[in-house]
């Protein structure tokens, strides 16, 4: 089964409630000095650093951001896989830090199936020892939510939903492709039912002209499964393709979030206007790529003081560097952290 | 133009007569400045190499050697072809530096590769490459590795550099972004063998083979959001490569033509050659601002 297109979704965004909610999530990693006999913490790692933000029902919400700007932390931390320093995310309406501290073995497990992950390299993410059938109905094993004599039923199902053929269940990963290989992870986070799926640069290790089957078969389960989806990239282009709303990170914040189509049709913040220009479009006539931004993102262990995008800003201005600009709403659903928006 | 195992790279090393054994150069001609290549020697190429024809690499931090100063890895290159001075090759060296946009260059000559961010690693190596004022440079992904807004200015670092050394530049990348923003003429393959050159222009607007045409409209674009089209498939296999065209399996205007042998180049405009069998009966869409 194959499927040939992602309409534009915009009639889902409005209406659904929020799934998950996040609050003030703050995730630091000590960093320790390099003696041989003693380990004293220097420093820490500012690597989220107070973020909010809701993802709501059936919705696909993107972070956007370069390489070290807490994307991927916040995804760990939203899935309880590390724990936060503090702040808290609140996924249909419980506390999960709380719960995961005092829930039993079968509350945790029951947690952990509505929430799965895809991760970027399909490669290290799927153990070459096991049948493609072995590694789907692992979670069957696991949960026990289907029962032993319909299990292969259900890794066919699967296999059909995310575009493979009955006859792949018997092989080992080694025999697929980059592109096949990220269907069989798709299809062992569908696996569980989960209500809840964070994609982390799920096309970003995969050849061009596979990109597009995998973002096309996202964006059809999500309409057909009506899953929600946190959706991880530093591509901008596959970023608008797929999501609904996005939210940019910088240096562990979330500078702006708004819609898409608003965010890319009309950014305020000066990072995101950088960001947005410094990406190539596939198109000779429109030559719109210019590098704004001079130098490199600082530190995460000893960020700018102020607003952190201040040294590389055009904008900035000494206000810039002495108070931290927060997170407000500008407009209808289109939030900026900027004391001196355009 | 290709994806991953298209011989974007393999052609590039085999300009330079370096592709690692076992692979070797079977057959063919490689022209430069009117010269075959292929029938220099060994000692006859090592001149070419750097000062003639240089290139630069994915990732900057495997291409550079990291027991070095940045400074030993350029004196290296300039002393490997011509004898210069301590002085002279110091002062060159700074000269690089800052060409390339590395800010405060006698200090950070004497550092090692580590020391430097991704991008500034391919600032240094593009700095290696253009040591010797090469009238060609390879870029093989020169900026897959680096985030997106170090990879705006790493692309208008060479555009500059080009123009600056009036030489010629040869961008290898999967990137159709890339691509119509840094060239001006493209050579598209597929599983080893060229299917189309055209003017980039041309190219993005009427693309006559059907895999550049799925390629364009595969690729998802920031200005706005549009109906992905998929290709089916996989790409093939090089050890049994498809019969006859290569891409045919995965092509849906192939006939039985196509599977019994490989079409050739041929002439279908000004500037714009492809190798496919059923050019003529198709109209491709392209990719081009007008909606």
Redesign the interface.
């Known amino acids: 089964m194959e499927f040939s297109n992602v309409e534009r979704r915009d009639e889902q965004k409005v209406t659904f409630e929020s799934f998950i909610q996040v609050r003030d999530l703050v995730k630091y990693f000590p960093v320790y000095s390099t003696g041989v006999l003693t380990k004293k913490q220097v420093g820490v790692v500012h690597a989220v650093d107070h973020i909010s933000f809701d993802i709501k029902k059936q919705e696909t919400f993107a972070l956007v951001g370069e390489s070290g700007c807490g994307k991927t932390t916040t995804a760990r931390v939203i899935l309880n896989l590390i724990e936060p320093t503090s702040g808290e995310v609140i996924v249909d309406g419980e506390n999960i830090f709380e719960k995961f501290a005092v829930a039993s073995k079968e509350e945790k497990m029951k947690l952990r199936r509505k929430m799965q992950m895809i991760f970027q390299n399909p490669y290290g993410s799927l153990d070459p020892r096991m049948t493609v059938s072995d590694i789907i109905s692992e979670p069957f094993v696991i949960h026990g939510h289907v029962p032993k004599e319909k299990r292969a039923d259900r890794v066919y199902e699967l296999l059909e939903l995310v575009g493979l053929e009955e006859y792949h269940a018997e092989r080992y990963p080694h025999e697929f492709s980059g592109g096949q290989r990220q269907r069989i992870c798709i299809a062992r986070a569908l696996a569980v039912e989960p209500e809840f799926i964070v994609a982390d640069e799920p096309v970003s290790s995969l050849d061009v002209s596979i990109r597009a089957q995998i973002l096309n078969l996202l964006g059809n389960l999500q309409k057909t499964i009506g899953l929600s989806f946190l959706y991880i990239s530093h591509d901008l282009s596959s970023v608008r393709q797929i999501s609904q709303r996005v939210g940019v990170m910088y240096l562990g914040e979330i500078v702006e979030l708004a819609d898409t189509d608003e965010l890319y049709d009309n950014p305020l913040h000066p990072y995101t206007q950088a960001l947005i220009e410094a990406v190539p479009i596939p198109d000779p006539q429109v030559k719109n790529i210019r590098a704004r931004l001079r130098g490199e993102v600082p530190s995460p262990i000893t960020p700018p003081a102020g607003c952190r995008f201040n040294p590389r800003c055009p904008r900035a201005t000494a206000y810039c560097t002495g108070r931290e600009p927060e997170l407000n709403e500008v407009k209808k659903g289109h939030f900026l952290a900027c004391s001196s928006p355009s | 133009m290709g ?2 195992g298209s011989g974007k790279t393999v052609t590039a090393l085999s300009v330079l007569k370096i592709v690692p054994k076992p692979g070797r150069i079977v057959q063919g001609k490689i022209l430069f400045k009117d010269q075959d290549l292929l029938l220099k020697s060994e000692k006859e190429m090592q001149p070419i190499r750097g000062s003639e024809i240089a290139m630069i690499f994915q990732d900057p931090s495997s291409s550079l050697n990291p027991l070095y100063k940045v400074e030993t890895q350029l004196k290296d290159v300039l002393l490997a072809h011509q004898s210069v001075s301590k002085e002279e090759s110091h002062r060159k060296i700074v000269e690089l530096l800052s060409l390339v946009g590395i800010p405060d260059p006698e200090i950070r000559m004497r550092e090692f590769p580590h020391q430097f ?1 991704g ?2 690693k391919q600032r240094v190596a593009i700095a290696r490459a253009l040591a010797l004022q090469p009238t060609l440079l390879f870029a093989d992904e020169p900026t897959t590795a680096l ?7 790493v ?2 670092l060479l555009e500059d550099l080009k123009r600056k050394m009036g030489m010629s530049l040869v961008m290898i990348t ?9 060239t001006t003429r493209v050579v598209v393959m597929y599983a080893g063998n060229v299917y189309e050159i055209a003017k ?2 041309d190219l ?2 009427h693309p006559r083979h059907p895999y550049t045409a ?3 409209a ?15 498939g ?2 093939p296999n090089l050890i049994e490569p498809p019969s006859g065209c290569r891409f045919h399996p995965r092509c849906k205007y192939a006939i039985d033509q196509c599977a019994e042998s490989p079409p050739t180049l041929e002439q279908v405009d000004t500037d714009h050659y492809v190798a496919c069998y059923r050019w003529s009966f198709l109209t491709l869409k392209g ?3 007008r909606k």
């Open positions: 994806e991953s961010s991008g500034m985030d997106v807004t170090i990879q705006a200015q692309l208008e999967h990137d159709m972004g890339v691509i119509a923003k840094m980039t222009e993005y607007e799925l390629l364009l595969a690729v998802p674009r920031l200005d706005r959001r549009k109906t992905l089209s998929i290709i089916p996989n790409i990719e081009t601002s």
